[in-house]
């Protein structure tokens, strides 16, 4: 997954702007409010509460990268019958389980053994459906 470039902009912009504005509040106070020490701690917190928001906010931005970055190292340690069935679950949220068999390109049985296995680990759900079952993603 590429990250957009108006997210690293937007980003970017960010940093730069809390950079100029913590210099911007230095030469102030250095200039016009000289030895008032009181002043430079509501400076400090304010220049830290705006920095963690800008921090926040970015991370935000990233969020949906930084998820995929996860999943895939997880995905990683996972055997590939499980890998399989949870990259298709997590495009669909749930699916039925004659069509996962289809799309895994798995036997009946070995999907009903890496269903059984999900779903003891809690990261699936089955649930009857006519004459299948609905796989659902928990996660």
């Avoid at 950079?19 to 430079?40: D, E, R």
Wanted: charged residues 20%; positive net charge.
């Amino acid at each position: 997954m590429e990250i957009s470039r108006n997210k690293i902009l937007i980003s970017s912009g960010l940093v730069g702007l809390l950079t100029i504005m913590i210099t911007v509040f230095s030469i102030y106070h250095t200039q016009h409010l000289g030895k008032a020490y009181l002043q430079y701690p509501l400076f400090l917190y304010g220049t830290t509460i705006i920095s963690l928001a800008i921090g926040g906010f970015i991370v935000y931005l990233f969020e949906e990268k930084i998820n995929k970055l996860q999943l895939s190292k997880l995905l990683a340690i996972l055997p590939n019958d499980e890998r399989k069935v949870l990259k298709i679950l997590f495009d669909r949220k749930e699916i039925e389980q004659k069509k996962l068999t289809t799309l895994a390109e798995l036997s009946t049985v070995k999907i009903s053994r890496v269903i059984s296995t999900l779903e003891q680990r809690g990261i699936i759900e089955k649930k009857k459906h006519g004459y299948t079952n609905l796989i659902v993603l928990k996660l």
